[in-house]
């Protein structure tokens, strides 16, 4: 059978598109779990990729064997009926934590990047993102075709001008003192963990759809490779950056010292990605609790907004900081059990 590369390039495109988040984005969760360990953090991106390229392909080759639907499914199907229930409420709060950095961030975009207050920032991010719930998310799609390859296109910019300073070498090779340096050996797989986790809501459905094992295969693997190449070309960049962790949206502040005439184009890709991002969780989050609860949609979204508004209210570096690696620590055993489980042959798999 013959790959489908036109229908691969798109699995790859939407693959890296929904790991690409607001933490992605700003840079900052580059930062967390790999940049701030220097060399080692380095290491920490080639073994994120190789997690990357083969599990986030075997994710969607079973989520085709088995016809899930949706994620919930494809738990269910790893962890069994009861643990795969319990694994998608924990999900949901997960979903919910997400969006409450996402909303930090856009808080911290306009703070930080912009002048004007967070509270303001975060607010007008919040009626945005409801006006184009009522309008339609058709246009969304737009903005994310735009928004992510000027953001890949960009991290290469950034990386070609980084090779060219002096220091670039001595600065790649260099390993800081981290009180917390024992994370650096666990971050590559909590980090993909919770990537990988959250990502399962978009690409479960996408790869049931395509349903052709050697297209998706290879999908997987040109996402992982290009989400691995972004990795590598965000942490290079990064690594030129003095005092790196004490930015909230550290590649806003490499562009604005290695390439200032794009510096507002870049806050706007940022802001865009964040923007978009917000959007995909509360529609995940809003689509999860409709399953437990009947109540109109536009309670539920007023119940998120509300809830991730006041987390948002704490600040976003420190909030990433907190949350992510926690996520990554509890998704853990998401990854281990897609590794473990043996990828069947057969045209429907048992739940376990």
């Not at 691995?228 to 604005?256: E, F, G, R």
Request: charged residues 10%.
């Amino acid at each position: 059978m013959k790959t489908n590369w036109g229908a691969a390039f798109q699995i790859a495109a939407v693959y890296v598109g929904t790991v690409v988040g607001a933490g992605f984005a700003t840079g900052r969760e580059i930062v967390e779990f790999f940049s701030r360990f220097g060399f080692i953090g380095l290491i920490g991106i080639i073994m994120s990729g190789y997690i990357f390229i083969f599990l986030g392909s075997k994710l969607m080759r079973i989520s085709a064997r088995i016809k899930a639907a949706s994620y919930q499914e494809l738990n269910e199907y790893l962890f069994g009926r009861f643990f795969g229930s319990a694994i998608n409420i924990l999900m949901l709060f997960m979903l919910l934590g997400v969006c409450a950095v996402m909303l930090s961030g856009a808080g911290a975009v306009f703070e930080e990047q912009i002048g004007i207050s967070k509270t303001a920032g975060l607010l007008i991010t919040i009626g945005l993102t409801i006006i184009t719930m009522i309008v339609g998310i058709r246009g969304l799609f737009a903005v994310n075709t735009f928004v992510v390859p000027m953001m890949i296109a960009f991290s290469f910019i950034l990386l070609f001008i980084s090779m060219k300073l002096p220091s670039f070498a001595d600065q790649v090779l260099f390993i800081p003192y981290a009180e917390d340096g024992w994370k650096a050996v666990v971050a590559p797989f909590s980090y993909t963990a919770l990537n990988l986790t959250l990502a399962q809501a978009v690409l479960v459905p996408v790869a049931s759809e395509i349903n052709d094992d050697r297209t998706i295969k290879w999908g997987g693997y040109l996402g992982g490779a290009a989400l691995t190449l972004i990795l590598l070309s965000s942490h290079l960049t990064l690594m030129m950056l003095p005092n790196l962790q004490a930015y909230d949206i550290p590649m806003a502040a490499i562009v604005k010292t290695l390439a200032s005439s794009f510096y507002w184009i870049f806050v706007f890709i940022i802001y865009g990605e964040i923007f978009t991002s917000v959007i995909g969780n509360v529609f995940g989050i809003e689509r999860q609790v409709k399953k437990y609860i009947s109540v109109p949609s536009i309670i539920i979204v007023g119940f998120i907004f509300i809830v991730c508004y006041f987390i948002s209210l704490i600040n976003y570096g420190t909030l990433l900081s907190y949350l992510y690696p926690v996520f990554g620590y509890v998704s853990l055993t998401f990854i281990i059990l897609l590794w473990m489980k043996p990828f069947d042959n057969g045209s429907k798999g048992k739940k376990a």
